[in-house]
């Protein structure tokens, strides 16, 4: 990139929310293949049809913004947006611009390893529109999408570089994760992204002309628009050329942002205040009573404390089923229990194509289980079979499968001192592997001992031994 330029980017995401039903009518809000099953008479604004505000909407709302450190307002007011288009049935849509339900907010950003806050101009509530399926000459429409609550968040224009972009995006899609308000699936379309792109000289602080790029749906695209966008733009400026604000959408078949209105061509609304909805005034105690859940950074910091690595950090802040799952288990060592998850426990879930929402575990179980491993009880290479047989028949509890099939570590008679030392005697070249390369020698031992014991040998207590023996050879 060209280091005379700056980039200057604001974001607009529209999330649309998790609620069971749709913002103004009773139809359900669900993602399904089957188009046009969930629209209602108010979705489509029949004659004599009245809006009636999602009250789940409105706390989701409140959730957010609080999330977002921002300042609520207590009076829920609705505007009319109003413009055609073939997904908008109604000729409008129901908004909130003149009293948005969040203003003046920040969230953090990691970028390079360097904590950033992001301030955020405004959120508010509103109903989507129909979904669009273009197949060659012809656009089909779904109207299960039409009314699906939505909550845009506007970002200030004080984002600087794709990567910053990306962090913000992804920050966002994190804590409605946490806040368990929206699935926020990019490639579903319940989490959108529309860049505001200008580039100005470094050092100053004009706020030149900008580039709309309409509806991105994946960061990688987001990245590449955000690049053509100022390579175009920082091109313009040192040719002496102009360039008009206008609205753009992504071509990711060129990877170039590709014009689609101009400024001329802009819309004007005509907003006025929505006739059927009268003004809602929260109460302080409503808004007091909405509680938010653990946020992105505050996991973050937490898992960094139990000594968990970045890759670690990185899938539990993105699977919040993983993250609840965790928290939910009463184990000795989040550390340990944890490499057991992810080893283990996650691995057996691919193998067999299930999500942990699938498995009927019982968390106190899984606990004692993981305790069991973590004290060495039980080998952890006996973990998958124990929840293979627990798949196979469910009415048996984990302890009840460990002793049928004699799983638990057996006290054996001869000690493990006794079994080791029997095992350098008889490879006499094993202590000075241990020199010449301390992993082999290791597994070699290791392999040896649970050979003599028949596998019943407590691994943690060979651990401990071998560190304290050995350990100064590596």
Known sequence: ??????????????????????????????YTSIPNIYVSNIDLAYPGTLPIVNKQAIIKGIKLAKALNMEIDPNIRFDRKNYFYPDLTKGYQITQQFNPIGKKGTIKIKVDGIWKDINIERIHLEEDTAKSLHEGDHTFLNYNRSGVPLIEIVSNPVIHSAKEAVAYVEAIKQTALALNISDAKMNEGSLRVDLNISVRKVGTSDLNTRIEVKNLNSTSNIEKAIKYEFE???????????????????????????????????????????PNIPYIELSKELIDSVQ?????????????????NNVQISQLIDNIEYSKFLDDLKTKDFKKTVNIFFSDIVSFLNLNQKTISDQKW???????????????????NNIKNILRLHD??????????????????????????DVVAQIFVENPTLENEFTINYNRAIKFLTGQVMKKTGGKANILELNNMIKEKYEEKK
């Not at 938010?292 to 968990?308: A, G, H, Q, S, V």
């Open 292 to 308: 938010i859940e653990e946020l992105p950074y505050e996991k973050e910091k937490r898992y960094i404390e139990n000594n968990l």
């Open 232 to 274: 175009y733009q920082t091109n313009c400026y040192e040719n002496n050329k102009t360039f008009e604000q206008e609205t753009k959408r992504f071509d990711e078949s060129k990877n170039i942002t590709v014009s689609m209105r101009s400024k001329t061509d802009a819309i004007d609304y005509k907003y006025f205040p929505e």
């Open 1 to 30: 990139m060209n280091n005379n330029w700056e980039l200057v980017i604001g974001i607009e995401i529209h999330l649309e929310l998790n609620t069971k039903t749709k913002m103004f009518s009773s139809q359900p809000n669900q």
């Open 362 to 380: 019982d968390i106190n179980e899984m606990s004692k289980l993981i305790n069991w491993v973590i004290d060495g009880k039980i080998n952890k």
């Open 392 to 417: 196979e028949n469910g009415t048996l509890s984990f302890e009840e499968i460990v002793n049928q099939n004699n799983f638990f570590v057996k006290e054996i008679q001869i000690s493990l001192g």
